[in-house]
């Protein structure tokens, strides 16, 4: 089974093409096919201007009509479209929901916060890691970062919170959207035992490559400490130079990193795991589960 998912962020969109298989033990195999990234930037607009402007729009349409020629090329029958923080806040995103749907056939579902953190658990990581752990998955975008929490195998608490990479470059996140932040974690993780998070999001991946760790070795919040520091002290051409970062990550990386230190902080969480994956992943597995319901009602 090929299934595609389309996540339009406040940084980029990405397409993402899986396919599905039995493995050789029953169980079912996700295995990336396609990953394609287009860095719209759409925050920049909308958390400036409240709206997204003409030629970002145009960009938009551009990016899903391609979007949809590879989804053909690839014969893919079954997808998902999601848009998560820049289009919630965006005024004209039901304008610009209808002229993809008219331009490419493609739907796009505006979701909430929750529901983006819901999906990016539907991944199911912590699973396959220890049960006397408490995990917190740490998802950080442009415009939002999702935190769930869960601990014994049982989801405790999922939530977003208006603080992104993007609305921290344009000075946009606010002392009261911090303390609200530490005030959450603190009170939803206290009594629980040892934290470890795991953090999603192109960011904490690039760091995780750069950091050139072994696949499923953790990051730890004193690397992660380091890695901050040394960002902030370069321009963000010293950073595409020295570190070979695409500029729409460059510039983004710093605040990225330091949400990340402080919900780490705030957790008492000392080691953070980065297995790869994100909201297109988390569309993956819902549609398979979706797709698999439907096929055995017919």
């Known amino acids: 089974m090929r299934l595609a998912a389309i996540d339009i962020g406040s940084n980029a969109a990405r397409l993402l093409i899986t396919d599905v298989m039995a493995g050789p033990q029953g169980n079912t195999e996700f295995i990336k096919t396609v990953l394609v990234r287009v860095p719209l930037r759409l925050g920049f ?3 400036d201007k409240g709206l997204i402007s003409p030629g970002k729009v145009e960009k938009i349409v551009k990016t899903i009509k391609s979007y949809r020629l590879l989804l053909d090329v690839y ?3 079954h997808w998902k479209a999601c ?7 965006a005024a004209n995103a039901p304008e610009i929901i209808r002229q993809v749907k008219e331009e490419t056939g493609l739907e796009i579902e505006v979701i909430s916060g929750d529901q983006e953190a819901s999906l990016i658990y539907e991944n199911h990581i912590a699973e396959n890691m220890s049960d006397k752990e408490s ?8 415009g939002s970062t999702e935190l769930t929490f869960f601990s014994d195998g049982k989801l405790v608490f999922k939530k977003s919170f208006n603080i992104g990479t993007i609305r ?8 009261t959207a911090w303390e609200e932040l530490k005030e959450t974690i603190r009170e939803k ?8 998070a795991i953090g999603t999001g192109g960011n904490i991946n690039k760091v995780f490559s750069l950091s050139k760790k072994k696949d499923g070795k953790p990051l730890s919040l004193e690397l992660l400490r380091d890695y901050y520091k040394e960002f902030s002290n ?3 051409s010293q950073r595409i130079s020295l570190h070979k970062l695409r500029e729409d990550r460059a510039d983004v990386i710093v605040p990225a990193l330091l949400i990340y230190i402080n919900v780490m902080r705030w957790a008492d969480a000392e080691e953070i795991y980065v297995p790869k994956i994100g909201l297109a992943d988390g569309l993956i597995h819902t549609l398979y589960h979706e797709t698999r319901l439907s096929e055995l009602e017919v």
């Open 234 to 236: 370069l321009s963000v």
């Open 168 to 175: 921290l470059l344009k000075s946009q996140v606010t002392e």
């Open 189 to 196: 993780t206290k009594g629980y035992h040892h934290v470890t």
């Open 83 to 89: 848009a998560t923080s820049a289009m919630r806040d």
């Open 135 to 142: 995990y917190l998955y740490i998802d950080v975008g442009g």
């Open 45 to 47: 607009d909308v958390f």
């Open 75 to 77: 014969e893919v029958k």
